[in-house]
Structure formats: C-alpha cells, structure tokens
C-alpha cells in the first residue's frame, strides 16, 4: 500500500526568503505520480505541481519547483521569494501506477507561516 | 468555467438523521471523489467513482455511500448519521488518464452531527 509522510507540522520563514517542505513516499510501482495542492485559510484546495516518477527533471512552475530525489523516495517542494500569501497547507499526494488505480494518498499537510 | 460546487455549504444534522452532500462538475472530468478532512488527519479518501454508476470504495467507506446518476454529479450519502462523522467534506473531479491525480476541489462541506 503507498504512503505519503510529511513530518513538518509547521514551518516559519520571514518574507522574501526560500522555503522547503519535506515528504517522503512508499510505494512498490516503479511508475507513479507526485503532487503539491495548497489549502489556503478559507479551505479552498488548488493543485500546484506535479513530477512524474520518469521524468529525471524537477518540476518547476512559477515560484514552485520540486526537488526529486528518487533513491530516497523523497519529493520536496521549494518555494522561492516567499510572499504573505503562501502562507496556507501544503499537502503532498501520490498516485501509483496502472490501470483503474486513480487513488491519490495525501500526507497530512504542512502549515507555512510566511512572518512580514 | 471549471468549477466544482458542492451543496449545501454548511449542515448541522442530529445523530440519526439522514444526510445527503451533493457536488457537481462543469469539466466533464470522468473521476470523482469524496474525501474527508479533520483536524491533523489531512485527507482521507471516502468514495471514488471512474464514471456513472462506476464507484469504489476508498480507504474509509464505513458508513457512507454514494450515488452517480450524471457524469457531473456526484451525490455522499450517510444514512444514520453518527457523530464521529462531524467533518469537512470535500468532493473532487479530474480527468482519468495521464492528468488523474491533478484533481478540482469544491469549496468543502463541514458537516456537524450532534
């Protein structure tokens, strides 16, 4: 069965600064997918970024990227110039391969605080 | 206009009664889903559906079911509520295929059963 982890609880950084979200997976598919959705104060969830377990190249989409380290099972995001309004949860989720699966498994979240 | 909505917003029901969350797409995303969200837990799937009348159970299906009539509608269902079941719920959608996982969320459901 997979299995996402995210052990950071909490994380504050100040403004403008670089921050990154740690999460680690299980899975016995050599192919599967990783993502980023954020939930910001009001509880809306919105999709951020996604790496695909083939592709050897980190994702990157605007002030996202993601840092794949596959060996260690492990999918980081990085946020740069952080701004007040990335403060929200962040959640990590995986989805294995093959057909019918469609099931995403989500970590528990990380709640970013960006201080002014 | 690539919307998920889901209806009604807010339900305080009493343990026992029956309750019906409804949620709609306007994408015509094949997969839909219900999870779950409290406190520290993060989300946990409830229900999934690959089409009308195509559902599977998800991780913590006790105690729920489901109904998908239309594509774009996909109804959670607690017959008997009980109080454990206080939450928020969240319905998704997404395309099946290579995009499955990139998936749309409503707005969420909190639901309190007393």
């Known amino acids: 069965a997979q299995k996402v982890t995210q052990t950071q609880t909490s994380i504050s950084v100040m403004e403008k600064t670089t921050v990154t979200m740690d999460c680690v997976y299980e899975?016995?598919?050599?192919?599967?997918?990783l993502f980023w959705y954020k939930q910001t104060a009001s509880g809306e969830i919105v999709f951020l970024i996604r790496?695909?377990?083939?592709?050897?190249e980190n994702a990157t989409v605007g002030h996202y990227s993601l840092n794949f380290q596959k060996p260690k099972s492990s999918i980081g995001l990085i946020i740069t110039a952080t701004q007040i309004e990335d403060s929200a949860v962040y959640f990590c989720a995986m989805r294995e391969g093959g057909g019918g699966a469609d099931r995403l498994t989500f970590g528990k979240g990380t709640q970013l605080i960006i201080q002014p | 206009d690539m919307k998920v909505t889901q209806m009604p917003r807010y339900l305080i029901k009493r343990m026992g009664e029956n309750v019906l969350l409804e949620c709609g797409q306007d994408m015509s995303h094949e997969t839909m889903y219900w999870y779950r969200q409290d406190p520290g837990l993060g989300l946990q799937l409830i229900y999934i559906s690959y089409d009308v009348d195509s559902n599977s159970e998800g991780d913590i299906p006790k105690g729920y079911r489901v109904s998908r009539k239309k594509r774009e509608h996909f109804s959670l269902i607690l017959d008997s509520a009980k109080t454990n079941q206080t939450s928020v719920y969240f319905c998704?959608?997404?395309?099946?295929?290579?995009?499955?996982?990139?998936?749309?969320f409503g707005e969420g459901s909190k639901l309190t059963v007393l």
């Open positions: 998704a959608s997404s395309f099946g295929g290579a995009n499955t996982g990139q998936l749309y």
């Open positions: 899975t016995q598919d050599s192919s599967y997918f």
């Open positions: 790496q695909d377990s083939y592709k050897k």
